[in-house]
């Protein structure tokens, strides 16, 4: 049987807890926050599905990544590198991400999917691009990708 996100986050805490690893627990505990606000959110039924697992660490992922860039840009070498350590552990929750040239494979088999001609197709492509790449894909790579590949 799978393990939820939630059992394996609450075993790794118990596991950086023994190794006195600092930033694993603060990525996990991280997680498991979120995890948590999104369980008890109204309109909830207090389980996460699969998707809104991969959901909830996309947006972890792309928050620890902006975050990192304005670091790098301020020369903040210290948070910077905390923002990669929790970063670093995310990713390995999440699936493993598409190459650019595994995307636009993808996607040219989308548009040939949807009949998409020109740039006026785009709503159409991205509908079924969004959806059929989550997790895998980050949206702005797909997006320009979608964007390339239709002018």
Known sequence: ?????KSQVEAGIKDAMRAKNQDTLR??????SLILLEETKGGSNGEL???DEIKLLTKAAKQR???AEIYKTQNRADLLEKEEAELAIIEQFLPKQLSEQEVEARLKEIIAQVGATGPADMGKVMGVAT???AGVAEGRLVS???KRLLA
């Open 1 to 5: 049987m799978i393990m939820s996100l």
């Open 65 to 67: 990544r902006e975050s």
């Open 144 to 146: 320009a990708t979608v």
């Open 131 to 133: 959806k059929a790449l």
């Open 49 to 51: 599905s699969a998707d």
């Open 27 to 32: 990525a996990l505990r991280a997680i498991k």
